[in-house]
């Protein structure tokens, strides 16, 4: 029997989590949340023994910060980059798809980790694991990792749509409940702004590249080009083109009934800049920009953010 694609998996379990109204959606580890549709404990204990190489694709995002979409561009490159003949690309499509790898690190089975080690290079990893949760071995192999950042205030409001709609919390919680959740990192992977603090300690390491969701929105065959030069990925104007029109948030949407079945209604929402305007209370607004100021104003990734630009009235 041929194993499931991973939209499959995840709308299998987000019938079950549906279904059963009172079971626990998220789980304690090392003092961490994590959402129980997706991660268990057993997966996160053996983390460590994840094999890195020095060709991995790693991207790292705190949730919500526009990470379906780039992991989605950094396939697209990785596939242009290879210029494979027919026979080694149905290889590799053949390979991804009986291994039905989950796509973060920290989601799915212990198991994951073996069929991991059988997938061929490059692969891309994606995790949304702090720093001192992502297995040494990525480090230690000194794998390229691409650290993307989003608005605070805009990576609050599609977090609390993302939760709502994956049942990662209560269907009764409103958003004035979650929004103190977030602002005191009592969600999934925690306070938002450790990320960022805990980043700028790589800010000179020449294997780490940092870029914004809003950078990449405004230009994003720039951001495309810096990207692809970062990993090496051998394209052309013309790849990097059609990459930007195939990625937009427009076509990715409108391919998400069949690429990500029924999560694609919560996966894309609106993929604006700015939509935080409509949800935020001024209150709201005031208390995200005094924890701003007391943990990221001052760092170089927080002043990256340009928060006056997107992030004031």
């Known amino acids: 029997m041929a194993q499931k694609e991973i939209h499959e998996i995840l709308d299998d379990k987000l019938a079950e989590v549906r279904k059963n109204a009172s079971a626990d959606k998220l789980f304690l580890y090392n003092g961490g ?11 996160l204990k053996i983390l460590d023994t994840f094999k890195a190489r020095s060709d991995d694709v790693v991207l790292v995002a705190y949730p919500k910060t ?12 990785e596939v242009a980059s290879g210029k494979y003949d027919e026979e080694e690309r149905k ?31 490059r692969r891309i990893i994606k995790t949304h694991l702090r720093i001192q949760n992502i297995p040494k071995s990525v480090f230690q192999q000194k794998a390229k990792i ?28 409103t958003w004035d409940e979650f929004f103190t959740d977030f602002i ?20 000179d390491d020449k294997n780490v590249m ?44 409108d391919r998400a009934p069949k690429t990500h ?21 001024e209150g709201q607004s005031e208390e995200m920009d005094k924890k701003f100021e007391e943990h990221a104003a001052s760092t170089k990734l927080g002043k990256m953010l340009k928060y006056e630009v997107y992030c004031k009235n």
């Not at 790898?101 to 920290?106: A, M, R, S, T």
């Not at 005191?184 to 800010?203: A, C, M, R, S």
């Not at 990993?231 to 990715?252: G, H, L």
């Open 146 to 173: 691409l650290v993307l950042l989003r608005n605070p205030k805009d990576t609050a409001v599609s977090y609390f749509h993302f939760a709502k709609g994956m049942n990662l919390t209560s269907s009764q919680k």
């Open 33 to 43: 949340l994590y959402p129980t549709m997706i991660c268990c404990p057993e997966t």
């Open 184 to 203: 005191n990192g009592e969600v999934p992977y925690g306070f938002y702004f450790d990320h960022i603090i805990e980043w700028n300690k790589y800010l």
């Open 66 to 77: 526009g990470d379906n979409w780039v992991g989605q561009i950094l396939t697209e490159l």
């Open 261 to 281: 079945g029924k999560v694609g209604e919560t996966l894309f929402r609106k993929g604006l800049v700015g939509d935080w305007k409509n949800v935020f209370s």
């Open 91 to 121: 290889r590799r499509q053949k390979n991804e798809k009986e291994l039905a790898l989950f796509p973060y690190l920290e989601f799915g089975d212990p198991e994951k980790f073996e069929r991991l080690e059988k997938l061929p290079s």
């Open 210 to 253: 940092f870029i914004t969701y809003e950078e990449i929105k405004e230009d994003p065959v720039l951001g495309l080009k810096r990207i692809a030069e970062f990993f090496d990925f051998s394209v052309t104007d013309q790849d990097i083109q059609s990459i930007a029109e195939k990625t937009s948030f427009k076509a990715m949407k």
